[in-house]
C-alpha cells in the first residue's frame, strides 16, 4: 500500500508542477506584450515632434490649396469638382499636379490631405421629427421604432424653446438632474 501512496503523490506533484509552468508562462506572455507596448510607446514619443510638426504642415499645405484654388480660371467658386474636394479639378490651374493624398514630409515622415467642407454638414439645430427619423434609420441605422422616436424626441425636446415633455424625450430639468460621473466631479473641483 506505500508504494501505491507514493506513486500517487509523485502524480500530485508532477500536476502542481505543471501548474506552476502555466501560470509563469502567461505571466511571461504577458510581460513580454507589456514590454513590447512599452517599446513602441518610447519609439513614438522620439517621433513626436516630427508628427506635430507632420500635422502643421498638412494645416499649412491644405490652407495653400485653399487659397491656390480660388485663383485658378473660375475664380473662387466652390464644388465638389475642385481639387480640395476631391475632384479632377481644373487641368490647366495651379493645383493640376498637386497630389493630396500623398505629401513626402521628410524621410520618415509622409502625410494626406482630405478637406471637408461644413456645408456638407447638417445643422441639427434646425431639424424636424421627420428629418431626425430619416436620418436616424437610413443614415445612421438605428432600428425603427421605440428608439429613433426616443432620440428624435430627445433632440427636440433638447431645441425646443419650451419646457413640454415629448413621448421618450426630455427637458432641461431631466438634464439638470442627472448627477455627473466622479471623475467629472473631480474635474470640476479643480
Known amino acids: ?16 508542477v505543471m501548474i506552476v509552468v502555466t501560470v509563469l508562462a502567461v505571466m511571461a506572455g504577458e510581460f ?3 514590454m513590447k507596448v512599452e517599446t513602441k510607446l518610447a519609439r513614438n514619443s522620439s517621433f513626436e515632434a516630427d508628427y506635430e510638426w507632420a500635422g502643421r504642415s498638412g494645416i499649412e499645405r491644405a490652407r495653400w490649396v485653399l487659397a491656390m484654388s480660388s485663383t ?5 467658386v466652390d464644388s465638389l469638382g475642385s481639387k480640395w474636394a476631391g475632384g479632377p479639378g481644373d487641368t490647366n490651374g495651379p493645383l493640376a499636379e498637386v497630389d493630396l493624398k500623398h505629401f513626402q514630409l521628410n524621410d520618415a515622415v ?3 490631405l482630405e478637406i471637408e467642407d461644413h456645408d456638407r454638414k447638417f ?6 421629427e421627420m428629418v431626425l427619423k430619416e436620418a436616424l434609420t437610413k443614415v445612421i441605422g438605428v432600428e425603427e421604432g421605440t428608439v429613433a422616436d426616443a432620440i428624435a424626441h430627445s433632440v427636440q425636446d433638447w431645441i425646443d424653446p419650451d419646457d413640454n415633455v415629448r413621448v421618450g424625450g426630455a427637458e432641461s430639468s431631466y438634464y439638470q438632474g442627472l448627477t455627473p460621473p466622479v471623475f467629472l466631479q473631480e474635474w470640476a473641483a479643480g
Open 32 to 34: 513580454a506584450y507589456l
Open 72 to 76: 485658378g480660371p473660375r475664380g473662387a
Open 123 to 128: 445643422n441639427i439645430n434646425i431639424a424636424d
Open 110 to 112: 509622409s502625410f494626406g
Open 1 to 16: 500500500m506505500k508504494i501505491h501512496f507514493h506513486q500517487q503523490q509523485k502524480g500530485i506533484a508532477l500536476v502542481m
